[in-house]
């Protein structure tokens, strides 16, 4: 069960945050709303959500999943892989020191996206991806190993990060994208297939017994309310448009 999450506040200039998308542009009082929908959602939860502010000098900072790796026990503080963001730590960091235990850190030449980082029970999955390297799987396979944890590297192409393609639904449960459905790690895992049409809603968050869809995937809603979950659709349209999803949005804990 989560009892904890940071969120940072979207800034003014999130309209020049690094994308692939094309999509257009976002509109920041929209995601201001929907970032805000979002927290609430997280304390009806029964989630205690603490909101750091918006960092104005790195624009995709609302992201912070991709900060940090956290557990009730110990936190990672990342290396982003794209060199723009890797400012966006130092804020995460100062507040992890006041709610973790034993902080790890990736240092050079090592590279790792906290949203390359899928945690099912004591193993990690670890994406190998253009914002994560093998040296950043190591230094993180290292640190986690001293707390009784597992690390598996996953090698992903044409997704941004593992967890774009993935999303671990507790009870050994995937939600998962064609792409990655036939990938030996997973073999152990029951899956649930997105439709490739839908691929985007793989990236669904698991939050004390309900599940956070993306809003506007039908079949991909239908499907998760057949295996029982209770499901929550929330709009995040205008952090799609900058690559960036549900599970992106917060370090929970």
């Known amino acids: 069960m989560y009892t904890q999450a940071l969120v940072k506040l979207p800034a003014e200039t999130l309209v020049d945050g690094i994308t692939t998308a094309d999509l257009g542009q976002p509109d920041y009082d ?20 603490k909101v750091l502010e918006a960092q104005a000098d790195y624009p995709d900072s609302v992201f912070i999943e991709d900060a940090a790796v956290v557990t009730s026990r110990f936190a990672v503080i990342t290396r982003p892989g794209a060199p723009s963001r890797r400012g966006e730590v130092e804020p995460v960091r100062e507040e992890l020191r006041n709610l973790v235990g034993p902080t790890g850190e990736i240092e050079s030449p090592g590279i790792l996206d906290g949203g390359d980082v ?13 914002r994560t390297n093998r040296e950043g799987f190591r230094q993180f396979s290292e640190f986690v190993g001293h707390f009784g944890y597992d690390a598996a590297p996953v090698s992903i192409e044409d997704m941004l990060h593992l967890k774009t393609g993935v999303a671990y639904l507790e009870y050994n449960n995937l939600l998962i994208s064609r792409d990655l459905q036939d990938h030996p790690a997973f073999s152990s895992f029951n899956k649930m297939v997105v439709p490739p049409q839908e691929a985007y809603a793989a990236n669904s968050l ?27 659709p ?20």
């Open 206 to 232: 698991w939050i004390n017994g309900r599940v956070l869809v993306p809003e506007g995937f039908p079949q991909t809603l239908h499907m998760l309310k057949e295996q029982g979950y209770k499901t929550i």
């Open 30 to 49: 929209l995601a201001l709303r929907q970032h805000q929908l979002y927290r609430q959602t997280l304390e009806d939860c029964g989630v205690r959500v």
């Open 118 to 130: 899928m945690q099912c029970g004591f193993t990690f999955f670890v994406g190998l991806s253009s």
């Open 234 to 253: 929330l709009p995040v349209s205008e952090f799609r448009k900058l690559d960036g999803g549900l599970s992106c949005l917060s370090l929970r804990f």
